[in-house]
């Protein structure tokens, strides 16, 4: 066992198997994830175990979205009527 890991439980470990983490390459797996997160988080309130694996999953839509969709620069009027259309 390794020193300081904390072991998985059987939960958890179902959870990777039925839907492995892996690095985003296009949007068909952006969809595919958010689509796996939306479904955990339907479930209503979370375990330990369930926050984890989301956490994980929002680090690679993070990083996907990051690399391929950029936030636009937005400065003065055009800020303004980008919020207000929010």
């Keep these: 066992m390794m020193s300081g890991l904390k072991t998985p ?3 958890y470990l179902e959870l ?3 839907f492995p983490p ?3 390459t296009n949007e068909e797996e952006l969809i595919a994830n958010q ?3 939306n479904f955990i988080l ?5 375990n330990e175990d369930e926050k984890d694996y ?3 999953f929002g680090m690679l839509v993070y ?3 990051e ?3 950029p936030m636009p620069k937005l400065e003065g009027v055009d800020l303004l009527k980008a919020v207000m259309e929010e």
């Design 9 to 11: 439980s059987n939960y």
């Design 54 to 56: 989301l956490r994980v």
């Design 16 to 18: 990777v198997t039925s």
């Design 63 to 65: 990083e996907y979205e």
């Design 22 to 24: 892996r690095p985003i």
């Design 35 to 37: 689509n796996r997160i």
């Design 42 to 46: 339907d479930k209503g309130l979370l």
């Design 67 to 69: 690399k391929h969709k």
